[in-house]
């Protein structure tokens, strides 16, 4: 059976940092491309960013290029989005989402991801 959980969700202010994990049983870690993706009530989900999955490529939306940064620890089968100068306009629910992949590259289409999680709720007060 497949679960993905993501954690470290919160509330903070502007210019704070959070630091996403996400976490995967039943797939082979090493094996998926992942991504993180983040949705607004009334809005559709909009890729944050995703990672091959031996971290070679790496692709960032323009919204938070600089502020967040993705990584994963293969051997700890963990996904990672690092988010400092956090801002208002970056309160969203947070999925982690996988699929398998053994190419050198990631999806930005959440349309490419078979594996979700539930979700972690990140809210940024001015």
């Known amino acids: 059976q497949v679960h993905v959980m993501e954690s470290g969700g919160g509330s903070v202010q502007a210019g704070e940092s959070l630091k996403l994990s996400c976490t995967t049983s039943?797939?082979?870690?090493?094996?998926?491309?992942m991504a993180w993706f983040r949705q607004v009530p009334g809005k559709e989900r909009e890729v944050v960013s995703c990672?091959?999955?031996?971290?070679?490529?790496?692709r960032t939306a323009d919204s938070v290029l600089g502020r967040f940064t993705i990584s994963r620890d293969n051997a700890k089968n963990t996904l990672y989005l690092q988010m400092n100068s956090l801002k208002p306009e970056d309160t969203a629910m947070y999925y982690c989402a996988a699929v398998k992949n053994l190419g050198s590259f990631c999806y930005d289409s959440q349309y490419e991801y078979d594996y979700w999680g539930q979700g972690t709720q990140v809210t940024v007060s001015s």
């Open positions: 039943g797939l082979t870690f090493d094996h998926l491309t």
């Open positions: 990672i091959s999955r031996s971290s070679t490529s790496t």
